[in-house]
């Protein structure tokens, strides 16, 4: 049962234009979600994170958003650029139990075209 | 500060053979993880640990065994190897008195199993 899924396991987008990653959650306990952002041959590294209580929170070029009532969050890069392309993946955690309990979904595949 | 290291980087080994899988970080984080990553599929949390002496089976803990004597190190053997368990493997940290989720992941090992 996969309990955060991102359905589009890859995604191309312009240089300069948005790219908008998708994820949604089935567990209702989930209430801590992340970002993550991984290159080939090295670890993940963590993105931007929001909590149940925002529905968006900020940093630079990286916007996520979330709508609890959908369960789905999206995070928005603007403008892309080249160096974006990498695998995210999406995190969630009820917040109860903290960092152990991280649930990730499958990733998806960026591509910034030139 | 290296953060996390993880060794080796890459290993073959036969059906039935054993092996440790090491990883240390220097950030005095109490929390550790090892989570494995198969093609297509996002992170599955094998064991984690709390602090030195606490470990704790995850999602996907059959096959492997931990512990934790210090709370730099976090090795993960794998007693009796299968081709189930070819995979790639992260380990990760993370401090617990934060409340922001972060877990900082190694460079990985990419394990076959023939």
């Known amino acids: 049962d996969q309990q955060v899924k991102q359905n589009s396991p890859s995604l191309s987008v312009q240089e300069g234009r948005i790219s908008i990653l998708n994820c949604d959650y089935t567990?209702?306990?989930?209430?801590?979600f992340l970002w993550y952002k991984k290159y080939p041959a090295e670890g993940p590294t963590f993105l931007i994170s929001?909590?149940?209580?925002?529905d968006k929170n900020e940093d630079g070029r990286f916007t996520v958003f979330l709508n609890k009532s959908a369960k789905h969050l999206s995070l928005h890069i603007v403008p892309s650029q080249p160096g974006d392309s990498a695998v995210y993946f999406c995190?969630?955690?009820?917040?109860?139990?903290?960092?152990?309990?991280?649930?990730f979904g499958t990733g998806t595949r960026l591509t910034i075209i030139p | 500060n290296a953060g996390v290291t993880q060794t080796p980087k890459f290993r073959i080994l036969k059906i039935g053979q054993s092996m440790t899988l090491q990883c240390a970080q220097d950030?005095?984080?109490?929390?550790m993880y090892w989570y494995r990553q198969d093609p297509g599929m996002g992170l599955k949390l094998i064991y984690y640990s709390v602090g030195a002496g606490i470990t704790d089976k995850g999602e996907v803990p059959n096959g492997y065994n931990v512990s934790r004597s210090t709370t730099e190190d976090f090795p993960l053997r794998l007693e009796l190897a299968a081709p189930s368990q070819t995979s790639v493997y992260f380990c990760a940290s993370s401090d617990s008195r934060l409340v922001d989720y972060e877990q900082y992941f190694g460079p990985g090992t990419r394990l076959t199993v023939t």
């Open positions: 995190a969630a955690s009820p917040s109860n139990f903290g960092n152990e309990k991280l649930t």
């Open positions: 950030m005095n984080h109490n929390y």
């Open positions: 929001i909590s149940s209580i925002k």
């Open positions: 567990n209702s306990m989930f209430d801590y």
